[in-house]
């Protein structure tokens, strides 16, 4: 069974950055594509990036293209993300998901299994 842990969260001012990470479980993260997605409150959940499984191909949405960075380490079985110039409108529950697939996806409904959320929180 895989497992996915996120930290890396908080309270940061407009501007400012914060690194996301994920530890995962399980004998199967080297050939999944992972994601992070984002919710906040009364919205429903939104993709922000993808990596395949090798890091060789990543895509970003374009409301965090230029801004966030998605990578991998798959020695140690954790997947990052990198978040530079934070806007109040970042502010939200972080997840980090796994898929099936080894090659990136931008649907909630290509990821199998997710964490239980970390909390970034943005101030103007």
């Known amino acids: 069974q895989v497992q996915l842990v996120e930290s890396g969260g908080g309270l940061v001012q407009a501007g400012g950055s914060l690194r996301l990470s994920c530890a995962a479980s399980?004998?199967?993260?080297?050939?999944?594509?992972m994601g992070w997605f984002r919710q906040a409150p009364g919205k429903e959940r939104e993709f922000v990036a993808s990596?395949?499984?090798?890091?060789?191909?990543?895509v970003h949405a374009d409301s965090v293209k230029g801004r966030f960075s998605i990578s991998r380490d798959n020695t140690k079985n954790t997947v990052y993300l990198q978040m530079n110039s934070l806007k109040p409108e970042d502010t939200a529950v972080y997840y980090c998901?796994?898929?099936?697939?080894?090659?990136?996806?931008?649907?909630?409904?290509?990821?199998?299994?997710w964490g239980q959320g970390t909390q970034v929180t943005v101030s103007s």
């Open positions: 399980g004998h199967t993260f080297s050939s999944a594509a």
């Open positions: 990596i395949s499984w090798s890091g060789g191909n990543t």
């Open positions: 998901a796994q898929s099936t697939s080894p090659f990136w996806r931008r649907q909630v409904n290509g990821y199998t299994y």
